[in-house]
Protein backbone atom coordinates (compact mmCIF):
# COMPACT_ATOMS: atom_id res chain seq x y z
CA UNK A 1 0.00 0.00 0.00
CA UNK A 2 0.57 3.37 0.14
CA UNK A 3 3.83 4.78 2.33
CA UNK A 4 5.18 7.66 3.19
CA UNK A 5 8.73 8.56 4.72
CA UNK A 6 9.51 11.10 6.51
CA UNK A 7 13.32 12.52 7.22
CA UNK A 8 15.01 13.35 9.35
CA UNK A 9 13.67 10.43 11.60
CA UNK A 10 14.81 12.99 14.78
CA UNK A 11 16.65 16.57 15.00
CA UNK A 12 18.33 18.08 17.85
CA UNK A 13 18.59 22.08 17.05
CA UNK A 14 19.77 24.96 19.66
CA UNK A 15 16.90 27.69 19.99
CA UNK A 16 16.78 30.02 17.53
CA UNK A 17 17.63 27.83 14.38
CA UNK A 18 15.56 27.34 11.68
CA UNK A 19 13.97 23.96 10.98
CA UNK A 20 13.60 21.86 7.64
CA UNK A 21 12.08 18.40 7.13
CA UNK A 22 10.27 16.83 4.81
CA UNK A 23 7.75 13.94 3.37
CA UNK A 24 7.79 11.52 0.46
CA UNK A 25 5.92 9.07 -1.33
CA UNK A 26 6.28 7.25 -4.19
CA UNK A 27 2.95 7.54 -5.12
CA UNK A 28 0.90 11.05 -5.88
CA UNK A 29 -0.98 12.41 -3.23
CA UNK A 30 -3.98 14.67 -3.69
CA UNK A 31 -3.23 16.80 -0.18
CA UNK A 32 -0.69 17.16 2.63
CA UNK A 33 -0.83 17.78 5.99
CA UNK A 34 0.95 18.46 8.91
CA UNK A 35 0.30 17.74 12.09
CA UNK A 36 2.09 18.03 15.64
CA UNK A 37 1.99 16.03 18.49
CA UNK A 38 3.09 16.95 22.10
CA UNK A 39 3.40 14.12 24.77
CA UNK A 40 0.84 12.44 25.81
CA UNK A 41 -1.41 14.47 23.43
CA UNK A 42 -3.08 14.09 20.44
CA UNK A 43 -1.76 15.44 16.76
CA UNK A 44 -2.86 18.82 15.85
CA UNK A 45 -3.09 20.05 12.53
CA UNK A 46 -0.56 22.98 12.04
CA UNK A 47 -1.36 23.14 7.69
CA UNK A 48 -3.28 21.50 5.26
CA UNK A 49 -2.07 22.11 1.58
CA UNK A 50 -4.23 21.06 -1.54
CA UNK A 51 -2.47 21.96 -4.56
CA UNK A 52 0.79 20.98 -6.62
CA UNK A 53 2.75 23.82 -5.31
CA UNK A 54 0.65 25.95 -2.96
CA UNK A 55 3.43 27.50 0.14
CA UNK A 56 1.14 27.95 3.03
CA UNK A 57 2.36 29.74 6.11
CA UNK A 58 1.18 29.55 9.92
CA UNK A 59 2.89 31.80 11.88
CA UNK A 60 6.73 31.13 12.23
CA UNK A 61 5.39 27.94 10.33
CA UNK A 62 5.36 27.12 6.39
CA UNK A 63 4.81 24.28 4.38
CA UNK A 64 4.56 23.77 0.45
CA UNK A 65 2.90 20.86 -1.65
CA UNK A 66 5.69 19.83 -3.92
CA UNK A 67 5.15 20.37 -7.64
CA UNK A 68 5.38 16.45 -8.70
CA UNK A 69 2.95 15.66 -5.83
CA UNK A 70 5.20 13.02 -4.46
CA UNK A 71 6.48 15.00 -1.39
CA UNK A 72 5.85 18.13 1.20
CA UNK A 73 8.04 20.15 3.08
CA UNK A 74 7.77 21.80 6.29
CA UNK A 75 9.73 24.61 7.86
CA UNK A 76 9.98 25.96 11.73
CA UNK A 77 12.21 29.64 11.37
CA UNK A 78 13.80 30.36 14.70
CA UNK A 79 13.03 27.69 16.33
CA UNK A 80 11.88 27.87 20.21
CA UNK A 81 11.26 25.34 23.49
CA UNK A 82 7.40 24.88 22.42
CA UNK A 83 8.33 23.68 19.47
CA UNK A 84 9.32 20.39 20.83
CA UNK A 85 7.59 17.35 19.84
CA UNK A 86 6.77 14.90 16.75
CA UNK A 87 5.59 16.26 13.34
CA UNK A 88 3.40 14.27 11.60
CA UNK A 89 2.99 14.35 7.83
CA UNK A 90 -0.26 13.21 5.98
CA UNK A 91 -1.85 12.97 3.07
CA UNK A 92 -4.64 11.32 1.06
CA UNK A 93 -3.02 9.00 -1.72
CA UNK A 94 -4.52 10.22 -5.11
CA UNK A 95 -5.99 6.40 -5.44
CA UNK A 96 -8.04 6.12 -2.21
CA UNK A 97 -11.39 5.67 -3.47
CA UNK A 98 -12.91 7.27 -0.22
CA UNK A 99 -12.21 10.31 2.44
CA UNK A 100 -9.39 8.75 4.91
CA UNK A 101 -5.26 9.92 5.08
CA UNK A 102 -2.46 8.17 6.27
CA UNK A 103 0.62 9.18 8.64
CA UNK A 104 4.13 9.35 8.04
CA UNK A 105 6.38 7.83 10.61
CA UNK A 106 7.10 10.99 12.05
CA UNK A 107 10.28 13.48 12.69
CA UNK A 108 11.21 14.46 16.20
CA UNK A 109 12.41 17.46 17.16
CA UNK A 110 14.38 18.80 20.49
CA UNK A 111 15.30 22.15 21.20
CA UNK A 112 18.37 22.97 23.08
CA UNK A 113 18.09 26.32 25.40
CA UNK B 1 -12.47 23.60 14.69
CA UNK B 2 -14.29 20.98 17.13
CA UNK B 3 -12.86 19.82 20.59
CA UNK B 4 -13.08 16.20 20.56
CA UNK B 5 -12.85 14.49 24.64
CA UNK B 6 -12.02 10.73 25.04
CA UNK B 7 -13.30 8.19 27.87
CA UNK B 8 -11.31 6.49 29.45
CA UNK B 9 -7.66 8.66 29.16
CA UNK B 10 -6.00 5.63 30.48
CA UNK B 11 -6.88 1.81 31.49
CA UNK B 12 -5.24 -1.28 32.71
CA UNK B 13 -6.96 -4.46 31.70
CA UNK B 14 -6.90 -8.10 31.72
CA UNK B 15 -6.63 -10.11 28.83
CA UNK B 16 -9.94 -11.85 27.55
CA UNK B 17 -12.01 -8.51 28.41
CA UNK B 18 -13.35 -6.10 26.02
CA UNK B 19 -12.80 -2.07 27.04
CA UNK B 20 -15.47 0.30 25.43
CA UNK B 21 -13.64 3.78 24.47
CA UNK B 22 -16.15 6.53 24.06
CA UNK B 23 -15.56 10.31 21.97
CA UNK B 24 -17.81 13.30 22.52
CA UNK B 25 -17.33 15.94 20.05
CA UNK B 26 -18.95 19.80 21.04
CA UNK B 27 -20.40 20.06 17.38
CA UNK B 28 -21.52 18.22 15.01
CA UNK B 29 -19.06 16.81 12.83
CA UNK B 30 -19.26 14.34 9.46
CA UNK B 31 -16.62 12.64 9.81
CA UNK B 32 -15.56 10.45 13.01
CA UNK B 33 -12.07 8.13 12.44
CA UNK B 34 -10.34 6.01 15.19
CA UNK B 35 -6.66 5.28 14.77
CA UNK B 36 -4.04 2.95 17.00
CA UNK B 37 -0.57 4.59 18.05
CA UNK B 38 1.78 1.93 19.13
CA UNK B 39 4.05 4.65 22.04
CA UNK B 40 6.65 6.31 19.63
CA UNK B 41 5.02 5.50 16.74
CA UNK B 42 2.64 6.74 13.97
CA UNK B 43 -1.09 6.52 13.54
CA UNK B 44 -2.66 3.36 11.83
CA UNK B 45 -6.23 3.86 10.77
CA UNK B 46 -8.46 1.45 12.17
CA UNK B 47 -11.93 2.61 10.89
CA UNK B 48 -14.09 5.58 9.72
CA UNK B 49 -17.58 5.97 11.85
CA UNK B 50 -20.27 6.17 10.14
CA UNK B 51 -23.63 7.96 11.14
CA UNK B 52 -26.20 5.39 10.79
CA UNK B 53 -24.29 2.54 8.90
CA UNK B 54 -21.68 -0.16 10.10
CA UNK B 55 -18.03 1.28 9.83
CA UNK B 56 -15.63 0.94 7.20
CA UNK B 57 -12.27 -0.92 8.08
CA UNK B 58 -9.20 -1.01 7.36
CA UNK B 59 -7.24 -3.63 5.85
CA UNK B 60 -6.18 -5.82 8.95
CA UNK B 61 -9.08 -4.33 11.34
CA UNK B 62 -12.16 -5.92 11.96
CA UNK B 63 -15.81 -5.28 12.88
CA UNK B 64 -15.70 -8.96 15.62
CA UNK B 65 -12.55 -7.60 17.44
CA UNK B 66 -13.27 -3.49 17.17
CA UNK B 67 -17.12 -3.05 17.16
CA UNK B 68 -17.85 0.48 16.41
CA UNK B 69 -20.76 2.58 16.86
CA UNK B 70 -22.10 5.89 15.73
CA UNK B 71 -25.50 6.79 17.38
CA UNK B 72 -25.57 10.63 16.01
CA UNK B 73 -23.16 13.53 14.71
CA UNK B 74 -21.40 14.02 17.89
CA UNK B 75 -20.49 10.54 19.98
CA UNK B 76 -18.83 7.48 18.80
CA UNK B 77 -17.53 4.45 20.89
CA UNK B 78 -15.01 2.10 19.81
CA UNK B 79 -14.46 -1.67 22.08
CA UNK B 80 -11.48 -2.91 21.43
CA UNK B 81 -13.14 -7.36 22.43
CA UNK B 82 -11.19 -10.14 23.54
CA UNK B 83 -8.05 -8.17 24.50
CA UNK B 84 -4.50 -9.45 24.10
CA UNK B 85 -1.29 -7.63 25.12
CA UNK B 86 -0.52 -7.12 21.63
CA UNK B 87 -3.98 -4.54 21.66
CA UNK B 88 -1.56 -2.47 24.45
CA UNK B 89 -1.70 0.79 22.38
CA UNK B 90 -2.72 4.50 22.60
CA UNK B 91 -6.29 4.76 20.91
CA UNK B 92 -7.09 8.11 19.15
CA UNK B 93 -10.44 9.41 18.21
CA UNK B 94 -10.60 12.50 15.37
CA UNK B 95 -13.38 14.24 13.64
CA UNK B 96 -14.00 17.29 11.20
CA UNK B 97 -15.94 17.98 8.55
CA UNK B 98 -13.89 16.38 6.24
CA UNK B 99 -10.96 14.12 5.72
CA UNK B 100 -8.68 16.63 5.47
CA UNK B 101 -9.62 18.92 9.25
CA UNK B 102 -9.91 15.80 11.27
CA UNK B 103 -9.18 17.00 15.37
CA UNK B 104 -8.44 14.70 17.76
CA UNK B 105 -8.91 13.58 21.15
CA UNK B 106 -6.18 13.13 23.61
CA UNK B 107 -6.17 9.53 23.26
CA UNK B 108 -6.71 6.27 25.48
CA UNK B 109 -3.93 4.58 26.20
CA UNK B 110 -4.58 1.02 26.97
CA UNK B 111 -2.35 -1.67 28.79
CA UNK B 112 -3.35 -5.26 28.76
CA UNK B 113 -2.11 -7.27 31.18
Request: glycine share 8%.
Amino acid sequence: GQQLNQSPQSMFIQEGEDVSMNCTSSSIFNTWLWYKQDPGEGPVLLIALYKAGELTSNGRLTAQFGITRKDSFLNISASIPSDVGIYFCAGQPKKTSYDKVIFGPGTSLSVIP
Amino acid sequence: SAVISQKPSRDICQRGTSLTIQCQVDSQVTMMFWYRQQPGQSLTLIATANQGSEATYESGFVIDKFPISRPNLTFSTLTVSNMSPEDSSIYLCSAGGAYYEQYFGPGTRLTVT
